[in-house]
C-alpha cells in the first residue's frame, strides 16, 4: 500500500501538476472559478475535501468542457495521461469509515418499525412530511414532525392489538422497571441504560399520581418511549472513548445497520439476539444473518429504498404527463409499471444472478394492463404480475422497461438527453458534466422552421452550436438508440413529425449499434463498468453518504471479488455488508 | 362541506399574573400590565410564495403615479387594497452564478435566505437561516407555535440540478443553514396544532396536560444521552430538543387557552383586549380538490393564527417548481411549461392567467385580514404580508427585478399606497429591511444585503 501511494504520488507530480499549472490556474486559483482553486487542491492530492472537485475535473476534461475552447488547449497525450493519473487519486487516501452522524428513521422506516413493534399497519405514518433523498436533510426535524410523531404515537397506542399490549405491558403483576427495560429494548435497538430505565419509570410514576389506572400508566410509558430521541433516532449503545478517532459500530448498531438496509425496519430477536451475545460481527454470522434477512419478504424494502431510487421509479407515481397525448398513465399502469421492475429486481437478487442480468434479461415481469405496452395484449395473463418470456430482443432488461422509458421522458415527448444522462450516469456509472447556463432549449427553436424535423434532427440541429456538441455528441446517440420507446415506453416506428426513427449510433469510447437490442448487447458487456456503477451506489446507500477517497479503494477490492465470483448479486450485497466503512465509523473529524 | 368553529376569543395575555394564576415564564406571556395605557398589537409577518416569475408587462406598474387608479392586470383583485400595498421594481434576486444551471432548484430555497448554497456541500442542505426563522428565534418564545410553514403540494420534487439537495426546491424555510422546516399540506393538521382540535381529523396530537410532563421527562432523559454523543451527534439531537421543547410550549399554550376562555365566560374580561377586537374566525375545510378553496382555507388559517396571535411569523409555498397544473383555469398544462413561452400569445396568457389565480389568493387573504378589527385598526394594519417569485421572467430565468408585492403597514413602519421605480437594492436588502420594520434587531445584514431600503418606510 505504501509503495503504492508513492508511485501514485509521483505520477501525479508528473502528468497532473504540471497540467494544472499550464492549463487551469489562470482561473481556477487564488478568485477561483466555480468555487475551484486547484492551486491548493495540487498541493494535497489525497485530502478528502477535493474528491468530489477531481471527479468533476475528470468529467470536464474527459468531455472535452475543460479548459475552455478560447484557452490553450492541452495535447491528445497530455489530456490523457492527466485523466489516467486522477483515476489513481484515491490511492492517497488514509484508511478511513467516513463521517458519520445519528440518523433519524426515514418516513418508511418508522412506519414498519411501529408495525413490527406494536403490531399497527405502517401507513399509520402517512401524514408524517414526504422525504427527499439527500444528506442532510432526511436528518432534519421540525417543530410539527415532533408534533406529528405524537400524534402517531396516540393513535397507534389506540390501534395496538389487545394481544400485542398483553405482550408488551403485561403481565399483571410483572414489575414496573422490567417492563421499561423490555419495550426500551427492543423500541431503543440496543439494551437501555439504568438511566433511560429510570425514566421511564418516572413517566409512569407521573401517571399514577394524576390517578391513571396502572394500564393507562404503563401507556403513557410506552408514549414516552415512542417520542424518544432512542427510538426515533438510531443511536450508539456505548460511549466511545475520549481520543478515539475511529469506533468499530457497536453490535447493536451493527444489527441495526443491517435491518434497516435490507428491510427497513427494526431487527428481529434472531438478529438481536446474536447482537446480545456479540456474534453478529464474526463475518460468517454476518452474512449468514445477511442471506437469511434477503429471503425474507420484507426484504422488498431494499427495492423500495435503494432500487427504486437507483431506477428513478420513486418519482414514475407523481410524474407529471400530458393527460391528452398518454390518458393511459393512469395510477393503476404506473403501479405495473413499478412492479414490474420491482419483481425483476427481486429475482435478481433471490436467485443470485449475474448484475449483467439487468441489461441483458429476456424476461420480465407483465399483467394484462402493462402488456399492452408490449404489444402483448393477446397473451390474457390476468391482473396479478407474472413472470413472462420475452421473444423480442429489443425489449428486456432494464432499458426495454416501460416505467424506466416513461421517467426519462419529458411530460409530451421522448428525450434522447434524458435518457442518454440516464444510461451514463445510472447504468454505467460515468460523470456527466450539467448543461452550460443560459443554453436555448429545443422548445425555442423557430417553429416554422423545424417542424417538419424529426427529433433528431432538430437535436442535431441544436448541436451546430460548438458548446453544446461536446457533451450531446456522448449523450445523444445512447438516446436516440432507445427512440423507437415513446414517451411511456410503446414501441413505435416513426415518431411525431412522422419522420422514421432511425436507432443508429456509436457509444463514446467505440461500438456501433442500430437497434436498442444492439444496444443493449453493447452495454451488457461492458460488466466492469456496470458492477462498479453498482457498487459505488449500493455502498453509498448502505453508509448514508456520498463516496469519498477511501471508499473507492473498498469499491476496487469489491470488484475483484465480483469478478471472482462471477459478478453475482448476492456478491455485491454480502461485500457490501462486510466492507470497513459499513462495519466502522469516525467519531469526530 | 363540513366546518369546525374556533371557539372564543384566544389571543388573552397579562392577565394570568393579575390573577395568581402560573406563570409561564418560558412563554413570555405574563408581562406586567402597565396601567390601563392602550395595547399595541405586535406586528406580525407572512410570506406567500409562487415559483416561475411572471408576465412582466402585467405585473409590473406603467408609473409610480398612475399606480392607484389603474393597476397592472395581474393586481386586478387587489384594487380596492391598493392604498394599503406597496410595490418596488429593481430588487435583484440572488445571482445563480456557480449554480448556472439549476435556476428552478434555487428560486425558492433563495427567496428568503437571501444566500447560494454551500457549493462543497452542494448534496446536503447547507444554505443559512431564513428570514421568517430569524423573525422566529427573536419574537417565537412569545407565541405558541415559533412559526407556520404551509404548502399546497408535498415537498418531495424529485431532479437533479447542479448535484443541488433536492431539499433545494421545495423548501423556503430553514431553522439553520442545514435544516430545512418541513411545512404542512394538510389543513385539518394545522387546525388540530393551532388549536388543539381533536374533531378534525389528522393525526396532530390534542393537547394534554399530562404529555407535558411526560416530554419534560423525556427531555431529561435526552440531556444524559446527548453528554454520551460526539460533537456532531449532539447537535443533530439539539434540533430534536428544540422541537420537542416548541411541542411542551404548544400544550401549555392551549392549556393557558382554555383557563382564559373560563375567566372570561365568568365575566371577568380581559385586560388587554380592545372592545371593538373581531372574533376569531370561521374555518371551512374543504371537501373537494378545488385549488383556489384549498388556497383559501390555508390562507384563512394564516389569518387565524395571526388574528388569535398563536404565531407572528408564517411562510405558505402556494405552489412549488414541480409541475403544478391549474385545472380551475380551463386548461391542463403545468405550470413550468409555459413559462417558457417565447412571447407565443397563447402560452402568455396561460402564464398571466397563474399568476393572477396565485396573487387572487394572496388578495383574498389581505381583505380578510383588512375586514377584522385589531386595536385602533385592522389586523392588516399590523401585519406585513408579501407575495412574490423568485424569479422574474420564467422564459429566461431573470431575477433582475423581483416581482413582489407588499400588504400591510407592519404597524405603521411601512409607507403603502405607492409603487416606487427604480429601486437600487437586492433580496437580502429587501429582508433586512422587512425584519427591521418588523421590530427583529439584526445583529448582521441578511445574505446579499448591503443596506436597508429606507424609501419604503414610513
Known amino acids: 500500500m505504501i509503495a503504492r501511494r508513492k508511485e501514485v504520488n509521483q505520477i501525479f507530480q508528473k502528468d497532473v501538476t504540471p497540467f494544472v499549472t499550464q492549463y487551469c490556474v489562470e482561473c481556477h486559483a487564488d478568485r477561483p472559478k466555480a468555487g475551484l482553486n486547484l492551486r491548493v487542491a495540487v498541493k494535497k492530492p489525497g485530502d478528502p475535501a477535493f474528491t468530489r472537485k477531481w471527479l468533476e475535473c475528470i468529467a470536464n476534461v474527459r468531455a472535452g468542457d475543460m479548459p475552455p475552447e478560447e484557452a490553450d488547449?492541452?495535447?491528445?497525450?497530455?489530456?490523457?495521461?492527466?485523466?489516467?493519473?486522477?483515476?489513481?487519486?484515491?490511492?492517497?487516501?488514509?484508511?478511513?469509515?467516513?463521517?458519520?452522524?445519528?440518523?433519524?428513521?426515514?418516513?418508511?422506516?418508522?412506519?414498519?418499525?411501529?408495525?413490527?413493534?406494536?403490531?399497527?399497519?405502517?401507513?399509520?405514518?402517512?401524514?408524517?412530511?414526504?422525504?427527499?433523498?439527500?444528506?442532510?436533510?432526511?436528518?432534519?426535524?421540525?417543530?410539527?414532525?415532533?408534533?406529528?410523531?405524537?400524534?402517531?404515537?396516540?393513535?397507534?397506542?389506540?390501534?395496538?392489538?389487545?394481544?400485542?399490549?398483553?405482550?408488551?405491558?403485561?403481565?399483571?403483576?410483572?414489575?414496573?422497571?422490567?417492563?421499561?427495560?423490555?419495550?426500551?429494548?427492543?423500541?431503543?435497538?440496543?439494551?437501555?441504560?439504568?438511566?433511560?430505565?429510570?425514566?421511564?419509570?418516572?413517566?409512569?410514576?407521573?401517571?399514577?399520581?394524576?390517578?391513571?389506572?396502572?394500564?393507562?400508566?404503563?401507556?403513557?410509558?410506552?408514549?414516552?418511549?415512542?417520542?424518544?430521541?432512542?427510538?426515533?433516532?438510531?443511536?450508539?449503545s456505548v460511549e466511545v472513548p475520549a481520543g478515539e478517532k475511529i469506533a468499530p459500530l457497536d453490535d447493536f448498531q451493527l444489527a441495526s445497520r443491517l435491518s434497516y438496509l435490507l428491510w427497513s425496519t427494526l431487527p428481529d430477536a434472531e438478529l438481536s439476539g446474536l447482537a446480545d451475545q456479540g456474534r453478529l460481527r464474526e463475518p460468517d454470522m454476518l452474512k449468514a444473518q445477511t442471506l437469511r434477512l434477503l429471503a425474507d419478504k420484507r426484504s422488498r424494502a431494499l427495492f423500495d429504498g435503494f432500487g427504486a431510487q437507483w431506477l428513478g421509479l420513486d418519482r414514475l407515481a407523481s410524474k407529471t404527463f400530458d393527460t391528452e397525448k398518454f390518458p393511459q398513465m393512469t395510477p393503476a399502469v404506473r403501479a405495473a409499471m413499478y412492479d414490474e421492475a420491482r419483481l425483476f429486481f427481486e429475482g435478481v437478487v433471490r436467485d443470485n444472478l449475474s448484475l449483467t442480468t439487468f441489461i441483458s434479461a429476456d424476461y420480465s415481469f407483465l399483467n394484462d394492463t402493462l402488456a399492452v405496452f408490449y404489444g402483448l395484449e393477446k397473451a390474457s395473463l390476468g391482473t396479478s404480475m407474472r413472470k413472462v418470456q420475452l421473444n423480442n430482443p429489443n425489449r428486456g432488461g432494464i432499458l426495454g422497461m416501460p416505467g424506466i422509458l416513461a421517467v426519462t421522458s419529458f411530460p409530451t415527448r421522448t428525450s434522447a438527453v434524458k435518457r442518454g444522462v440516464w444510461v451514463l450516469e445510472q447504468v454505467l456509472g460515468e460523470q456527466v458534466p450539467p448543461a452550460p447556463p443560459n443554453i436555448p432549449a429545443l422548445e425555442k427553436q423557430d417553429a416554422q422552421k423545424v417542424g417538419h424535423l424529426t427529433l433528431r434532427q432538430r437535436t442535431e440541429l441544436h448541436r451546430t452550436n460548438a458548446v453544446c456538441a461536446n457533451c450531446h455528441r456522448i449523450l445523444d446517440p445512447i438516446g436516440f438508440g432507445?427512440?423507437?420507446?415513446?414517451?411511456?415506453?410503446?414501441?413505435?416506428?416513426?415518431?411525431?413529425?412522422?419522420?422514421?426513427?432511425?436507432?443508429?449510433?456509436?457509444?463514446?469510447?467505440?461500438?456501433?449499434?442500430?437497434?436498442?437490442?444492439?444496444?443493449?448487447?453493447?452495454?451488457?458487456?461492458?460488466?466492469?463498468?456496470?458492477?462498479?456503477?453498482?457498487?459505488?451506489k449500493f455502498l453509498a446507500y448502505a453508509i448514508g453518504r456520498q463516496l469519498d477517497g477511501y471508499d473507492f479503494i473498498v469499491v476496487d477490492q469489491m470488484l475483484n471479488t465480483l469478478a471472482v465470483e462471477g459478478y453475482k448479486m448476492q456478491t455485491l450485497i454480502l461485500e457490501t455488508v462486510t466492507s470497513y466503512p459499513f462495519l466502522n465509523r469516525r467519531v469526530q473529524d | 362541506m363540513s366546518s369546525s368553529l374556533i371557539s372564543r376569543r384566544t389571543c388573552l395575555r397579562g392577565i394570568s399574573a393579575a390573577l395568581g394564576l402560573p406563570l409561564l415564564d418560558t412563554m413570555g406571556w405574563a408581562e406586567p400590565v402597565k396601567s390601563r395605557q392602550a395595547y399595541k398589537p405586535p406586528v406580525r409577518l407572512g410570506f406567500m410564495y409562487m415559483p416561475h416569475g411572471v408576465i412582466m408587462d402585467e405585473f409590473w406598474p406603467a408609473a409610480p403615479d398612475s399606480f392607484l387608479k389603474n393597476p397592472p392586470a395581474a393586481l386586478e383583485s387587489l384594487r380596492p387594497m391598493l392604498s394599503q400595498c406597496l410595490l418596488m421594481k429593481g430588487i435583484s434576486g440572488v445571482p445563480i452564478k456557480p449554480f448556472g444551471s439549476a435556476p428552478h432548484a434555487l428560486e425558492l430555497s433563495t427567496w428568503l435566505t437571501a444566500t447560494l448554497p454551500n457549493a462543497a456541500k452542494r448534496s446536503e442542505i447547507h444554505i443559512a437561516i431564513s428570514a421568517d426563522q430569524i423573525f422566529a428565534n427573536y419574537y417565537g418564545a412569545l407565541t405558541a407555535l415559533p412559526s407556520l410553514e404551509l404548502a399546497t403540494m408535498p415537498q418531495t420534487h424529485k431532479e437533479n440540478q447542479e448535484g443541488l439537495n433536492e431539499g433545494y426546491y421545495s423548501h423556503c424555510s430553514f431553522r439553520s443553514p442545514t435544516q430545512a422546516m418541513p411545512a404542512e399540506i394538510n389543513p385539518r393538521n394545522v387546525l388540530n396544532r393551532l388549536f388543539g382540535k381533536t374533531d378534525a381529523g389528522g393525526s396532530a396530537a390534542a393537547a394534554d396536560p399530562l404529555d407535558r410532563s411526560m416530554l419534560d421527562l423525556v427531555i431529561g432523559g435526552a440531556r444524559d444521552l446527548r453528554r454520551r454523543l460526539p460533537h456532531g451527534d449532539q447537535q443533530k439531537l439539539d434540533e430534536y430538543l428544540d422541537s420537542v421543547r416548541s411541542v411542551e410550549r404548544r400544550i401549555a399554550a392551549i392549556e393557558q387557552r382554555q383557563k382564559d376562555a373560563a375567566l372570561e365566560k365568568a365575566g371577568i374580561a380581559p385586560a388587554r383586549r380592545a372592545g371593538s377586537d373581531t372574533p376569531p374566525i370561521e374555518i371551512k375545510i374543504p371537501e373537494g380538490d378545488k385549488r383556489s378553496e384549498y388556497m383559501q382555507v390555508m390562507c384563512d388559517l394564516t389569518v387565524l393564527a395571526f388574528q388569535s396571535d398563536t404565531t407572528r411569523v408564517s411562510t405558505y409555498i402556494g405552489s412549488t417548481p414541480n409541475g403544478v397544473s391549474y385545472p380551475e383555469l380551463g386548461f391542463s398544462d403545468t405550470h413550468h411549461g409555459p413559462t417558457h413561452h417565447n412571447n407565443q400569445p397563447d402560452k402568455v396568457r396561460k402564464v398571466a392567467a397563474i399568476?393572477?389565480?396565485?396573487?387572487?389568493?394572496?388578495?383574498?387573504?389581505?381583505?380578510?385580514?383588512?375586514?377584522?378589527?385589531?386595536?385602533?385598526?385592522?389586523?392588516?394594519?399590523?401585519?406585513?404580508?408579501?407575495w412574490g417569485s423568485g424569479l422574474e421572467d420564467g422564459n429566461k430565468h431573470t431575477r433582475e427585478n423581483l416581482p413582489f408585492i407588499l400588504a400591510g403597514r407592519g404597524g405603521g413602519a411601512l409607507k403603502t399606497g405607492r409603487f416606487i421605480n427604480q429601486v437600487k437594492g437586492n433580496q437580502g436588502d429587501l429582508l433586512t429591511t422587512l425584519l427591521t420594520c418588523a421590530g427583529v434587531p439584526l445583529d448582521r445584514p441578511i445574505g446579499i444585503a448591503t443596506r436597508t431600503i429606507r424609501e419604503m418606510m414610513a
Open chain 1, 73 to 236: 488547449q492541452p495535447s491528445e497525450d497530455e489530456r490523457r495521461r492527466f485523466l489516467e493519473a486522477l483515476g489513481q487519486i484515491k490511492y492517497l487516501s488514509a484508511r478511513d469509515p467516513g463521517p458519520f452522524v445519528i440518523r433519524r428513521l426515514t418516513k418508511a422506516e418508522y412506519g414498519n418499525t411501529l408495525r413490527d413493534f406494536l403490531g399497527v399497519e405502517p401507513g399509520i405514518a402517512r401524514e408524517l412530511p414526504e422525504e427527499v433523498s439527500g444528506a442532510g436533510y432526511l436528518n432534519s426535524l421540525s417543530p410539527m414532525q415532533t408534533e406529528q410523531y405524537l400524534g402517531i404515537a396516540n393513535l397507534a397506542l389506540q390501534k395496538m392489538p389487545a394481544a400485542v399490549q398483553r405482550r408488551l405491558l403485561g403481565p399483571p403483576q410483572a414489575d414496573v422497571r422490567s417492563i421499561a427495560q423490555k419495550l426500551a429494548r427492543i423500541a431503543y435497538r440496543r439494551p437501555p441504560t439504568e438511566d433511560e430505565v429510570d425514566v421511564l419509570v418516572k413517566v409512569f410514576d407521573l401517571g399514577r399520581a394524576s390517578n391513571l389506572d396502572r394500564n393507562a400508566a404503563l401507556r403513557l410509558m410506552l408514549k414516552a418511549v415512542l417520542i424518544s430521541p432512542q427510538f426515533l433516532f438510531i443511536t450508539p
Open chain 1, 482 to 536: 432507445l427512440e423507437n420507446f415513446d414517451a411511456i415506453g410503446r414501441w413505435r416506428d416513426r415518431d411525431e413529425s412522422g419522420g422514421a426513427i432511425d436507432a443508429a449510433g456509436e457509444l463514446p469510447g467505440g461500438g456501433r449499434f442500430a437497434s436498442p437490442a444492439e444496444l443493449k448487447g453493447l452495454i451488457a458487456s461492458r460488466r466492469d463498468d456496470l458492477a462498479r456503477n453498482l457498487a459505488e
Open chain 2, 355 to 386: 399568476t393572477k389565480f396565485n396573487i387572487d389568493q394572496f388578495a383574498y387573504m389581505v381583505k380578510k385580514m383588512d375586514s377584522l378589527h385589531e386595536g385602533d385598526g385592522t389586523l392588516l394594519d399590523n401585519c406585513i404580508m408579501m
